[in-house]
């Protein structure tokens, strides 16, 4: 079973940077699109960033030139390196993973479980 594990969430001040990581575990043979999508209280989720498995990417408008994805294909992880991070970046981040091939079975869309980022003004 293939799931997603995010790590590098906190809380800091506006102005400051985090880097989230989401790792996939599982035999893995290949996946397409990594993403980032992030949602706040009372809002809808939405998505941050998307990186193709041949390094295209694909921002949200409020987050171009603050956030960088990118992707580690032979650890089968995705980054999401956050600078400048406002009061509104507030929310809980998720990753996801699309059209997964692993051993045993292949996934459409598989989502992590969420990591919590705070900015405080």
């Known amino acids: 079973q293939v799931q997603l594990v995010e790590s590098g969430g906190g809380s800091v001040q506006a102005g400051g940077s985090l880097r989230l990581s989401c790792a996939a575990s599982g035999i893995i043979f290949s996946i397409n699109a990594m993403g980032w999508y992030r949602q706040a209280p009372g809002k809808q989720r939405e998505l941050v960033a998307v990186?193709?498995?041949?390094?295209?990417?694909n921002y949200a408008d409020s987050v171009k030139g603050r956030f960088t994805i990118s992707r580690d294909n032979a650890k089968n992880t995705v980054y999401l390196q956050m600078n400048s991070l406002r009061p509104e970046d507030t929310a809980v981040y998720y990753c996801?993973?699309?059209?997964?091939?692993?051993?045993?079975?292949?996934?459409?869309?598989?989502w992590g479980q969420g990591t919590q980022v705070t900015v405080s003004s």
């Open positions: 996801n993973a699309d059209s997964v091939r692993a051993y045993g079975s292949d996934y459409l869309r598989i």
């Open positions: 990186i193709t498995s041949g390094g295209s990417t």
